[in-house]
């Protein structure tokens, strides 16, 4: 029988130091990380321990991204039908962190360990959720804000679970029409920044796409669970090890490139900072065409 799949902590903290001083979307000094999981298809004949339709089976990789620098911090790997919510069970949490999530994980009684935890949680609402306003801050309107208030909730089992006032932050989002009901434990932050900081979140979507793409996650060697988790282990492995070198050398090339400068250099015994720098020098100085360019 299969080994079940786990869920760990990555041993990131080195690129993490390394890019804690890069900026993103928000101005702010506290960590913030993205949660949400990708849905790995897979074939139900060659892997039947993951059955997911009926004519297929897939795996979820639940993962929890630090959103300076999108390097993963988290990396649990589930069968797909397990719910995404129950990550939050086995989620390490920082004090003083920021833990944005869409409201796939809203669960009162979760959420409200993140409180005791002394941790800030920042996650889209449904609409109908059911609650009384404490207070009203001023906004201004013009920034797409159009409520923050302080609130309690009034469910018949979510004032139970969550028995602590929160905040409320409605945004418009003109840019994707939306409008955002967005629920959190931080008092302090303005409402703005609480909402840019969950537009940030988007940024777990692009590095899912990026993985995918460029990463071999689609076609496995091997067809246990174990070797299915291995490979995308190794994967993210990767990615982290690309990132590291990316600025050890101070590269300018995307992780992409460097990924594929590697592949074609892999035994060769040039130093890795000499081959892309010789890479950079060589895609800067390329020899214009002598044939004469007839449409631009």
Request: glycine share 4%.
């Amino acid at each position: 029988m299969a080994r079940p799949l786990t869920q760990k902590t990555l041993q990131h903290r080195a690129t993490r130091r390394l890019y804690h001083g890069d900026e993103f979307a928000v101005q702010m000094e506290e960590t913030a990380y993205a949660l949400d999981s990708t849905t790995i298809d897979l074939c139900l004949s060659l892997f039947p321990w993951a059955p997911f339709q009926r004519s297929k089976s897939a795996i979820k990789a639940h993962t929890l991204l630090d959103l300076r620098g999108n390097i993963p911090a988290f990396l649990s790997i589930t069968t797909a039908q397990a719910s995404d919510v129950g990550i939050l069970d086995h989620l390490p949490l920082e004090p003083g962190a920021f833990y944005v999530m869409d409201r796939g994980y809203i669960d009162f009684q979760r959420l409200y360990r993140f409180t005791e935890a002394g941790a800030f949680f920042v996650i889209r609402a449904h609409n109908n959720m059911c609650y009384r306003r404490r207070y009203s801050r001023p906004v201004d309107r013009s920034t797409g804000l159009r409520c923050d208030q302080t609130i309690v909730l009034t469910g018949k089992f979510s004032g139970s679970h969550y028995p602590a006032a929160a905040r409320l932050v409605r945004f418009v989002d003109e840019e994707n029409d939306l409008r955002l009901n967005i629920f959190t434990n931080q008092f302090v932050l303005p409402a703005l920044t609480i909402a840019q900081l969950y537009k940030a979140r988007w940024n777990i979507e692009l590095f899912f796409k990026w993985i995918k793409q460029h990463l071999r996650i689609k076609t496995f060697y091997g067809r246990s669970a174990n070797a299915v988790k291995t490979q995308i282990w190794i994967a993210i492995s990767v990615y982290l090890l690309v990132a590291i070198l990316k600025k050890h050398l101070n590269s300018t090339a995307s992780l992409y490139r460097i990924l594929q400068i590697l592949s074609v250099t892999l035994f060769e015994k040039t130093p890795i900072s000499q081959v892309l720098q010789l890479a950079d020098y060589s895609s800067d100085t390329a020899l214009a065409p002598k044939q004469l360019i007839l449409f631009e």
